[in-house]
């Protein structure tokens, strides 16, 4: 715990007590130090296109164990230095000022920048991350220790649920927490760009960006532009969250009865979403029948959306039979345009939301142990 605290002094130190460095006007300066480099060796500046470095901007050659790019900055955008015959790359962010990288010839990523306000929050960030990750690895290290003590299982399949659930967020935290830097805005932009990103904490982190850095410059407003788009088309507008209250729905079960949510709802219901013709669905289904055996007692219920269509109908009461899904089973049979579906949010299956007795969302997208886990540990 002293080491954690340390760490995070440290990290506040480094973003609020380092003196900023002089700039001449937009100009910048990336000296690099690349001892062990063999002369001639060429340096690359690479921009990146949807997370991936692939553009070379600039190139120098190394030479005495020293090379320097030199440019002028319109805005703080992400670059990535690539050295021939050193592996790997590093990421850093390219602004006006003097940037120092001081390269460790035998992987390129674990170099270190200094120089600039943003590369500062950025070292800070990658800290933050790399302790994130050695976390998450130690807990996957004693939950494959712990298979012989099922008490201790439990105890840290949810430490384990905890931290990805951190880890999930905190990247829109980081962002939230650091609303005047730059690196924010870039940073939000690479989130946006990934699939599934999620909708809700994308706006908050958004709305919680300077406006004065909004448009600061013409890269900036770009930047916002992009950002803009991509909240305006996620398919995940209406995605719901933990926290949030279940929206109720009531849909068609096989003997076309309506069954609405609100009228079945028990101590703990999950909500599952999956499909006659979804493999990875019916793996989990035998998960779910063993959960609903030991807990409809205690008070669990489920009640499953397929995502089939009208063409399938068959094939999903035959696959309720065969599975023996004897809890509530319903659907609109309209498959990727159920209402129940979008509403949710929901387009990857399987996908299942706990709810508590008052109806509000708990946990969303456990399956297998990890949902099992939740269970007992709610109901037990």
Request: glycine share 6%; charged share 25%.
């Given at each position: ?19 900023s ?8 300066s ?7 480099v063999y002369?001639?060796?060429r ?8 997370g991936?470095?692939?553009?070379a ?10 090379t320097?790019f030199?440019?002028?900055s ?29 390269v ?28 994130k990750q ?77 406006p ?32 949030d ?23 703990v219901t ?16 035998p ?17 499953s ?5 009208k ?14 899904l004897?809890w ?21 299956i ?29 109901l037990?």
């Amino acid at each position: 715990m002293r080491t954690r605290i340390i760490t995070l002094i440290s990290i506040t130190l480094l973003i609020g007590c380092k003196p900023s460095t002089p700039q001449l006007e937009d100009n910048y300066s990336v000296h690099i130090k690349a001892e062990g480099v063999y002369n001639g060796l060429r340096a690359y500046l690479m921009k990146f296109d949807r997370g991936r470095s692939k553009i070379a901007t600039d190139t120098a050659i190394v030479f005495n164990g020293v090379t320097t790019f030199k440019g002028n900055s319109n805005g703080a955008e992400m670059r990535a230095l690539r050295i021939d015959g050193v592996n790997g790359q590093l990421p850093f962010v390219l602004e006006a000022g003097e940037i120092e990288i001081e390269v460790i010839k035998d992987n390129l990523k674990t170099s270190t920048i200094s120089g600039t306000s943003n590369n500062s929050v950025f070292n800070a960030y990658k800290l933050l991350t790399q302790q994130k990750q050695d976390d998450l690895k130690a807990i996957r290290i004693a939950i494959s220790e712990a298979k012989d003590n099922p008490k201790l299982l439990q105890s840290l399949q949810q430490k384990g649920d905890s931290l990805r659930k951190d880890f999930k967020l905190y990247g829109f935290e980081f962002i939230k927490n650091h609303s005047t830097a730059e690196f924010s805005l870039l940073m939000l932009n690479e989130l946006t760009s990934r699939n599934n990103f999620d909708y809700k904490l994308a706006v908050n982190a958004f709305e919680s960006i300077d406006p004065a850095l909004k448009t600061k410059n013409k890269a900036n407003q770009d930047i916002v532009f992009k950002i803009e788009q991509k909240l305006q088309n996620n398919p995940n507008k209406s995605k719901v969250l933990i926290g949030d209250k279940a929206p109720d729905f009531s849909a068609p079960n096989p003997d076309g009865k309506d069954i609405r949510l609100s009228e079945i709802q028990g101590k703990v219901t999950i909500i599952d979403f999956w499909a006659s013709w979804c493999k990875p669905c019916r793996v989990e289904n035998p998960n779910l029948v063993n959960l609903y055996n030991t807990y409809q007692s205690k008070g669990l219920e489920i009640i499953s959306v397929s995502l089939d269509q009208k063409t399938q109908k068959e094939a999903w009461i035959t696959a309720i039979e065969k599975d023996q899904l004897s809890w509530f089973n319903v659907s609109n049979l309209k498959s990727w345009q159920d209402p129940i579906a979008r509403t949710y949010g929901v387009n990857s299956i399987p996908a299942t939301f706990i709810m508590d007795e008052n109806g509000t969302v708990i946990s969303e997208g456990l399956r297998g142990a990890a949902l099992v886990a939740k269970i007992k540990a709610l109901l037990d």
